[in-house]
């Protein structure tokens, strides 16, 4: 029987194993991932996201609620303790997964060959850039090169999808930044214009070749932007910058290549984080 809340199903349409967390407000078909049960069941929220069993799991299941327990005290229920909010780490970069079959009910013999071809796999989570780069930021070096990340269809790992600036070569074309993450020290530093606009500069530490100057990658925020939201606070401190987007171009004023932001954007753009990350 299981003691913890069910976190990961069968979806028929995704032919896939998803959380719970995604599985929420997704209206498609989830079921048991044990061959021995395969009992269609749907996302609960209360303090956590879980999965819950339309009528019962078969008897055996794994993912058999445990009975209910007495109350030492007559009369009243026993309360049982829900367990802390789970953050799933995301498995794709993108706000969703491509649904593979819409309107057909699996039949028995389709859910067995799903569960027993997902026996091993992992439950995918789509994820925001954000949820992405934070994640990336909680692994150990051990646990980047084994947790997978698929970015734009790409199936890679969380070691391999960040890419470190200060080991970029100097040719800013070779920056991987639609197939992969990049990621290097910034400075930030306020200014403010002839007409007394504040601006705030995020200036990447590795310079990048351009006829015969090295110039840095420039994002240019104005002061109350939507993003990066936490800019002014980061001010003349350690800073790490994650882009994910569009190689940075060659700036009107020729001294940097600038990053452009289009706000509101969840799955690219620009994440500035204090505090100096490595890979």
């Not at 028929?12 to 929420?24: G, N, S």
């Not at 995301?90 to 699996?106: A, E, F, M, R």
């Amino acid at each position: 029987m299981r003691e913890e809340l069910m976190k990961e199903a069968l979806c028929w349409e995704l032919e896939d194993k998803v959380t719970a967390e995604y599985a929420h407000g997704q209206e498609l078909l989830y079921f048991c991932p044990m061959e021995c049960c395969l009992e269609p069941v749907f996302p609960e929220r209360r303090t956590n996201v879980y999965f819950k069993a339309r009528n019962r799991h078969k008897q055996g299941c794994p993912n058999e609620a445990p009975l209910s327990e007495p109350s030492p005290v007559p009369g009243v229920q026993r309360t049982k303790l829900p367990a802390d909010p789970v953050i799933p780490t995301p498995t794709h970069l993108g706000p969703s997964l491509l649904v593979k079959k819409k309107g057909i009910c699996p039949t028995p013999d389709d859910l067995k060959k799903l569960a027993k071809k997902l026996t091993a796999s992992l439950p995918r989570h789509p994820g925001t850039l954000e949820e992405v780069v934070i994640a990336w930021t909680r692994m150990s070096s051990i646990e980047r090169k084994s947790s997978r990340l698929n970015i734009q269809g790409s199936d890679t790992t969380y070691h391999n999808a960040f890419h470190f600036l200060a080991r970029a070569a100097d040719d800013i074309n070779q920056l991987p930044c639609q197939s992969g993450i990049i990621f290097g020290s910034a400075r930030i530093t306020k200014v403010i214009d002839p007409n007394g606009i504040v601006y705030y500069l995020v200036d990447s530490v590795k310079k990048f070749s351009h006829d015969n100057n090295k110039l840095p990658i420039r994002l240019v925020v104005k002061k109350g932007a939507e993003a990066p939201s936490n800019i002014s606070s980061l001010v003349d401190k350690d800073c790490t910058f994650f882009w994910h987007g569009p190689t940075p171009s060659l700036g009107h004023s020729g001294n940097s290549f600038r990053l452009n932001v289009l706000p509101p954007q969840k799955y690219q753009g620009i994440l500035v984080l204090e505090g100096n990350f490595l890979p």
